[in-house]
């Protein structure tokens, strides 16, 4: 079966740093990987959309890059602020839409 | 734009009870599907509905059943509630029957359900 890996532990980052969160996955490469934004007691916002032959998505200070060869997505945020933090799902299309257990990520003053 | 909305937010119910979950989607969406996040966990597909139709199913047995009207809302329906049922469950709508990968997922806040 798929597998989807994020890392469990939290990622704690100063304002102003790069945070950069990973998503691994298993077997074949989806056609299509998202990553969402989940604040506790809320449902997931959507972020990002990357499809299997692109190599590098940016929107605002996010960037995702999909790499099908390591089978990997990278998530960016650039001059991280507090409002960043948060956990970060990443989502693979298998058919049915799977999701990672997400990574937190905390950004300090 | 109202966005999607799902009622009740919170609920408790015992072993062996039934329970039924709404959501509104959207507006102009006509696809909805559901999930369940444990705590800790990503959120776990369990169906999807358009044109009044179950479309896909994830790994979850029959005690877990849906449905859509025709003003796109939907239901999802738990029989035999066990306490493993407790999670948060998430409805999500998007517009047209294409790979759910394809295009964002627009989620609600949940509805909060515990098992006693």
């Known amino acids: 079966s798929q597998k989807i890996e994020q890392n469990s532990e939290a990622l704690n980052i100063q304002e102003g740093k790069t945070a950069t969160l990973t998503c691994n996955y298993t077997n074949y490469s989806p056609a299509y990987l998202q990553w969402y934004r989940q604040d506790p007691g809320r449902g997931p916002v959507f972020l990002l959309l990357?499809?299997?032959?692109?190599k590098e998505k940016r929107k605002e200070r996010l960037k995702v890059t999909f790499d099908t060869t390591l089978k990997q997505s990278l998530f960016h945020i650039t001059a991280s602020q507090p409002a960043d933090s948060a956990t970060y799902l990443c989502?693979?299309?298998?058919?049915?839409?799977?999701f990672g257990a997400g990574t937190q990520v905390v950004v300090t003053p | 734009d109202a966005g999607v909305t799902q009622s009740p937010t919170h609920l408790i119910k015992t072993r062996g009870q039934q329970v039924t979950l709404r959501c509104s989607p959207k507006s102009g969406h006509d696809t909805v599907s559901w999930y369940q996040q444990a705590l800790g966990q990503g959120p776990q597909f369990i169906f999807q509905?358009?044109?009044?139709?179950?479309?896909q199913r994830g790994n979850f047995p029959d005690r877990f059943s849906g449905h859509q009207f025709p003003n796109y809302s939907s239901e999802l329906n738990v029989n035999a509630l066990l306490l493993g049922d407790s999670a948060l469950y998430l409805c999500?709508?998007?517009?047209?029957?294409?790979?759910?990968?394809?295009?964002?997922?627009?989620f609600g806040d949940g509805t909060r359900l515990s098992i006693l």
């Open positions: 509905y358009y044109e009044e139709e179950e479309r």
């Open positions: 989502a693979l299309d298998w058919g049915k839409l799977q």
């Open positions: 999500a709508s998007s517009l047209g029957l294409v790979w759910p990968g394809n295009q964002p997922q627009h």
């Open positions: 990357i499809r299997e032959n692109e």
